[in-house]
């Protein structure tokens, strides 16, 4: 199954950066985000659509309606500047699956 | 803490084999399902294969099968995956990764990723 993300997101710093992920599966299964930066391996910012890691800033959150799972960046700062990846599981709990990515720019 | 350590990448041939690494520490080991996930230079994270704490289940993307073998030795604290046959298109960094629990398919540390590079 696929998972489908906006290949860019711009906001400019002190506002609100959204990012969604869109897939059939996700009205059953969990959303887990990714934050990755330049040189950098992906560090999970969002765990079971809507918890967040111990040391993930609170300005993170994860948001779901059907099909369709939403990250926040509240007050985003130039450090948010990175990749954002959604990922999640097959029906049949095998199989892992990343969305596309989503640049985020911090203008 | 929780540490994880590839190694083994490096320039080959297409059709060439390889065998990567992955060094775990700060964790018991054999209690978690621990997988491989590449990315190709400039691209998203792919999902490569997966095995169980006790090496009894393994999964791979569907691409994969038949080419590339997850393994692990709990003794060692140590993941493995050997690639053969080897095509243009499997360049990427390649990274272990730590999966949460039994119940969370997702990852909560990585390493620091190998870079596989294969090249005519």
């Known amino acids: 199954f696929d998972l489908t993300q906006p290949p860019s997101v711009s906001v400019s710093p002190g506002q609100t950066a959204r990012i969604t992920c869109s897939g059939d599966?996700?009205?059953?299964?969990?959303v887990y985000w990714y934050q990755q930066k330049p040189g950098q391996a992906p560090v999970m910012v969002i765990y079971?659509?809507?918890e967040r890691p111990s040391g993930i800033s609170g300005r993170f959150s994860g948001s779901t309606s059907g099909t369709t799972v939403t990250l926040t960046i509240s007050g985003v700062q130039a450090e948010d500047e990175a990749d954002f990846y959604c990922?999640?599981?097959?029906?049949?709990?095998?199989?892992?699956?990343f969305g596309g990515g989503t640049k985020l720019t911090v203008l | 803490q929780v540490q994880l350590v590839e190694s083994g990448g490096g320039l080959v041939k297409p059709g060439g084999s390889l065998r990567l690494s992955c060094a775990a520490s700060g964790f018991i080991f054999s209690d978690y399902y621990v997988s491989w996930i590449r990315q190709s230079p400039g691209k998203g994270l792919e999902w490569v294969a997966c095995?169980?704490?006790?090496?009894?289940?393994?999964s791979y993307t569907d691409s994969l099968k038949g080419r590339f073998t997850i393994s692990r030795d709990n003794a060692k604290n140590s993941l493995f995956l050997q690639m053969d046959s080897l095509r243009v298109e499997d360049t990427a960094i390649y990274y272990c990764?730590?999966?949460?629990?039994?119940?969370?398919?997702?990852?909560?540390?990585w390493g620091q990723g190998t870079l596989v590079t294969v090249f005519s």
């Open positions: 990922q999640s599981v097959d029906s049949s709990f095998t199989y892992v699956v």
């Open positions: 095995i169980s704490g006790s090496g009894s289940t393994i």
């Open positions: 990764a730590r999966e949460i629990d039994d119940y969370n398919r997702a990852f909560d540390y």
């Open positions: 079971k659509d809507n």
């Open positions: 599966a996700l009205a059953n299964q969990y």
